[in-house]
């Protein structure tokens, strides 16, 4: 089973949320259990300004088992088709591109997605398993 990591989770991890951060350590420990954690450079990029240092987010990244994946040109072309699908429903692009980038490279190199789901994850990414740590159970599981 391999797992994709979206930044919501290892933010919540990180800065010991409230709110999420012990259901995210939960799903991420189960997960690491069940087999391979990745993440991609979108999530590298969106967590190293909390950690602000090169060597402290390689000795997170190992800590926790989390391996880089990189992206190739299907996953990034697949987050257009459905960034396009997102902009054409009225959408707005501000925000969304790294979101949709995570999605399609959990779809072509991971069994599910490790991610806080903000509606669309669900919506676009339909055969993607998504786990979100703050449901009871893995959906699909």
Request: proline share 4%.
């Amino acid at each position: 089973m391999i797992t994709a990591v979206d930044t919501s989770v290892i933010l919540d991890v990180l800065i010991d949320d409230p709110d999420f951060g012990c259901l995210a350590e939960t799903a991420l420990r189960k997960a690491g259990t069940e087999g391979k954690l990745t993440v991609c450079a979108c999530v590298l990029a969106e967590i190293y300004p909390t950690l602000g240092d090169r060597r402290i987010l390689e000795e997170f990244l190992a800590d926790w088992q989390l391996q880089f994946s990189a992206m190739d040109v299907e996953s990034a072309v697949l987050a257009g088709e459905y960034l396009s699908e997102y902009l054409s429903r009225g959408g707005k692009a501000h925000r969304v591109v790294p979101d949709f980038l995570i999605g399609a490279h959990a779809a072509a190199t991971a069994d599910r997605l490790l991610a806080r789901n903000r509606g669309y994850l669900r919506d676009y990414f339909e055969s993607l398993e998504v786990w979100d740590p703050t449901e009871p159970q893995p959906r699909g599981s």
